[in-house]
């Protein structure tokens, strides 16, 4: 390899590290905790019977919230560009809406 490609190998490895700084192992282990609290939400809602009615809403939003987490941080999706995050949140806010609206149909239409 020449030494002008080796200085623009270099160069590209250079700026692709600084425009991808990822968190650290704290960070990280931030986040697992965050996301074992959600989950632990999840299933203690599933044991309150006051909260059935409304079940099925409630999850939804908060699998949605982890969804979020896990695609911003552990797919790097936070520290790539906005288009790439657009790729996975819109069609998971278009499935969301479905579902709300399916579950509204099956509510008010049963026979």
């Keep these: 390899m020449s030494d002008h ?7 590209v490895h250079a700026a692709h590290a600084g425009a991808h700084a990822h ?24 044991y309150v019977p006051a909260l059935h009615p409304f079940l099925a ?14 695609a911003g941080y552990y797919m790097h999706l936070k520290f790539d560009p906005k288009m790439y ?3 996975f949140y819109v069609p998971m806010a278009f499935a969301f809406a479905i579902t709300l609206a399916l579950l509204w149909l099956m509510a008010t239409h049963r026979g």
């Design 85 to 87: 995050s657009w790729v």
């Design 57 to 70: 809403p409630i999850l939804l939003s908060l699998s949605a919230i982890k969804f979020g987490v896990v």
């Design 23 to 46: 968190p650290t192992a704290r960070k990280y282990v931030a986040i697992a905790i965050i996301l074992t609290i959600i989950t632990v939400i999840e299933v203690a809602v599933f």
């Design 5 to 11: 490609a080796q200085l623009d190998a270099h160069a």
